[in-house]
T-cell receptor, first 109, second 120 residues
Framework: RKEVEQDPGPFNVPEGATVAFNCTYS??????FFWYRQDCRKEPKLLMS???SGNEDGRFTAQLNRASQYISLLIRDSKLSDSATYLC??????????FGSGTRLQVQP | GAGVSQSPSNKVTEKGKDVELRCDPI?????LYWYRQSLGQGLEFLIY????????KSGLPSDRFSAERTGGSVSTLTIQRTQQEDSAVYLC??????????????????FGPGTRLTVL
């Protein structure tokens, strides 16, 4: 079983739609959680950290459920520019971050 | 300010040749990481340097791969006797990661643009 699992998608949604991605992690000792965004042929960039209480940044909301070991990302009012691959990232405290394989989002006009 | 830089941006080599990839991390960052990403795949951890500690090499796929970090700053990833399956984008990241007592800081990593390696 992979340490971090994501649905690869693609998720094809129209502009203005709300879309949610989930991610599960296997290591219950994981300490920190993040969502990164990666555009085609570009490097990953931090989108937002995920806090236990849940956090929101504009149209983006991240949630953490430690009991069920999953993380979610909600995007409201999708824009064409949101099209990218979204990487779920977990810090188990052992070494480098562990990246999921990503969920691809395609927002269509 | 300057971000993480990598060179070359593209490298085409013949099977069996050695290659060196360079990473300049963000100034002051204590941790440096190498990953690789094959087409359409996720990031694969290779190696991690933290300050003056011995590097974590647990992700290196074979003994053909090695990395150094000189003076706690610039890092070089070397691949000897390259194989076609080594073709990938090699990404470097750095972070300001520290430990105070038993607590370790959250690790926000900043990535360089990557080196696209093609082995013919």
């Amino acid at each position: 079983r992979k340490e971090v699992e994501q649905d690869p998608g693609p998720f094809n949604v129209p502009e203005g739609a709300t879309v949610a991605f989930n991610c599960t992690y296997s290591n219950s000792a994981s300490q920190s959680f993040f969502w990164y965004r990666q555009d085609c042929r570009k490097e990953p960039k931090l989108l937002m950290s995920v806090y236990s209480s849940g956090n929101e940044d504009g149209r983006f909301t991240a949630q953490l459920n430690r009991a069920s070991q999953y993380i979610s990302l909600l995007i409201r009012d999708s824009k064409l520019s949101d099209s990218a691959t979204y990487l779920c990232v977990v810090d188990t405290g052992r070494r480098a971050l562990t990246f999921g394989s990503g969920t691809r989002l395609q927002v269509q006009p | 300010g300057a971000g993480v830089s990598q060179s070359p941006s593209n490298k085409v080599t013949e099977k069996g040749k050695d290659v060196e990839l360079r990473c300049d991390p963000i100034s002051g960052h204590t941790a440096l990481y190498w990953y690789r990403q094959s087409l359409g795949q996720g990031l694969e951890f290779l190696i991690y340097f933290q300050g003056n500690s011995a590097p974590d090499k647990s992700g290196l796929p074979s003994d053909r791969f090695s990395a150094e970090r000189t003076g706690g700053s610039v890092s070089t990833l070397t691949i000897q006797r390259t194989q076609q399956e080594d073709s990938a984008v090699y990404l470097c990241a750095s972070s300001f990661r520290y430990r105070v007592g038993g607590l370790r800081s959250t690790d926000t990593q900043y990535f360089g643009p990557g080196t696209r390696l093609t082995v013919l």
